[in-house]
């Protein structure tokens, strides 16, 4: 069965950090390339981050360029995204999602189009 189930998310004030992890099972997480998005209450569902399955390429949107990091654990599970520098803004639910191609320069989706979703974690940036 395929799961990929998203933590670390809290309450953190603005400038503190926070690492959501993606644990995934019930699928080889080597062949597929990883997005994580975020949807704030009342707004639309955005992409935040992507790395792909083959090189390990990253892209950003404009908003957490600088401030946030995806990357592959050392296990062969699990994916990171650390956020450093959290502003309000950045309150969201945020979701990591699988897909088998994840293109940097895909004009659909965020990098992809997405097979598998998290349940999401909450994230609060409030002081």
């Known amino acids: 069965q395929v799961q990929l189930v998203e933590s670390g998310g809290g309450l953190v004030q603005p400038g503190g950090s926070l690492r959501l992890s993606c644990s995934t099972s019930?699928?080889?997480?080597?062949?597929?390339?990883i997005g994580w998005f975020r949807q704030a209450p009342g707004k639309k569902r955005e992409g935040v981050s992507c790395i792909t399955n083959d090189d390990g390429r990253t892209h950003y949107a404009d908003s957490v360029k600088g401030r946030f990091t995806v990357y592959r654990g050392n296990t062969d599970s699990m994916i990171f995204l650390q956020m450093n520098n959290l502003i309000p803004e950045d309150t969201a639910v945020y979701y990591c999602?699988?897909?088998?191609?994840?293109?940097?320069?895909?004009?659909?989706?965020?990098?992809?189009?997405?097979?598998?979703w998290g349940q999401g974690t909450q994230v609060t940036v409030a002081s």
């Open positions: 019930g699928f080889t997480l080597d062949h597929y390339g």
């Open positions: 999602a699988a897909a088998l191609l994840v293109d940097i320069n895909y004009s659909g989706n965020y990098c992809s189009d997405y097979d598998y």
